[in-house]
Structures are given as C-alpha cells and as structure tokens.
C-alpha cells in the first residue's frame, strides 16, 4: 500500500501566499501522475492541479497564474505553491495520487482558510 503526508495548510489572509506538500511513500510504486485536489463546504471536489509522468500541468482556470505545482521525483513529494490567495480558495485541499501499478490513493486532506 501507499500512504500519502500532507502538510502546509493554514489561516492566511487575502494576498497571502501558503505552500503544501504531500509526500508519498510505502510499496514500491510507479507514479502516473499527482495532483491537487480540493472541496469547499457545500461543493464538490474539483481539480486544482495536476502534474503528469512527463512533467506536464494542467491547472484549473480559477488557480492559474496564482498557483504552481511541482514535484520532487527522488522524494516522491509534490508541491503545490499557492499565491495571492483569495477567499473563494478557502478549502479542503487534497493530494491524490495515480500509479500505474497499484491504483489510486487520496491524502488526508488540509484545510486552507483566507480571510478576507
């Protein structure tokens, strides 16, 4: 099995700018590719990010521009740099995980709340 670590949410306030990681480790594991997922109260989870086995990102119109995300291969670890933070990214942000040879995994979560 595969566990994923989040870490770097937090309070911040409007233009601030916050960092999360998320690390994955456990069975030897083939990565297809990483993401940023999150859920706000009442909504459904959407995409924020997404970085591919090729490197390649797609980000979600509402975050681009603001939000980068990368990844560390030797640590297995991505990254998703938040900047100029606004209210409406208020959310529960999730790591997920695609391989290629043991399917698909979710981190816990970690709230990220701007104040306004």
């Known amino acids: ?64 521009g603001r939000f980068t995300i990368s990844r560390d291969n030797a640590k297995n670890t991505v990254y998703l740099q938040m900047n100029s933070l606004k209210p409406e990214d208020t959310a529960v942000y999730y790591c997920s995980l695609v391989t290629i040879n043991l399917g698909d995994y979710w981190g816990q979560g970690t709230q990220v709340t701007v104040s306004s």
């Open 1 to 64: 099995q595969v566990q994923l670590v989040e870490s770097g949410g937090g309070l911040v306030q409007a233009g601030g700018s916050l960092r999360l990681s998320c690390a994955a480790s456990g069975s030897i594991f083939i990565i297809n590719n990483m993401g940023w997922y999150r859920q706000a109260p009442g909504k459904q989870r959407e995409l924020v990010a997404v970085i591919r086995r090729g490197g390649r990102t797609n980000y979600a119109d509402s975050v681009k």
